[in-house]
């Protein structure tokens, strides 16, 4: 059984940075690419980043390339996602998973609780 853990989530003004992190339990994690996904209040869930196995290849959004950094620590079956420059826009919830297939929201895994960001001006 697969578990998702996201935290490093909170309250951040406009132009601040966050480093969420997101444990993996229940899998070899260098075995999976993974990726990060939000969703903001009344929204529908959206990738936001994602990254082979190895980390040799990254994937992002085109709304938060150039800000975010998405990288993994296979030893610790932990994958990260470094904010920059936060906006307004990117107030939601975060969540990591398994991705069937780059920019979408396809997965392989159950969602875990996500954690949440709020960015205020």
């Known amino acids: 059984q697969v578990q998702l853990e996201e935290s490093g989530g909170g309250l951040v003004p406009a132009g601040g940075s966050l480093t969420l992190s997101c444990a993996v339990s229940?899998?070899?994690?260098?075995?999976?690419?993974m990726g990060w996904f939000r969703q903001a209040p009344g929204k529908e869930r959206e990738f936001v980043a994602g990254?082979?196995?190895?980390?040799?290849?990254?994937h992002y959004a085109d709304s938060v390339k150039g800000r975010f950094t998405i990288s993994r620590d296979n030893s610790k079956n932990t994958v990260f996602l470094q904010m920059n420059m936060l906006q307004l826009e990117d107030t939601a919830v975060y969540y990591c998973?398994?991705?069937?297939?780059?920019?979408?929201?396809?997965?392989?895994?159950?969602w875990g609780q996500g954690t949440e960001v709020t960015v205020s001006s």
């Open positions: 990254i082979t196995q190895i980390g040799g290849r990254k």
């Open positions: 998973n398994r991705p069937r297939e780059w920019h979408t929201t396809r997965v392989q895994w159950d």
């Open positions: 229940g899998v070899i994690l260098k075995n999976y690419a």
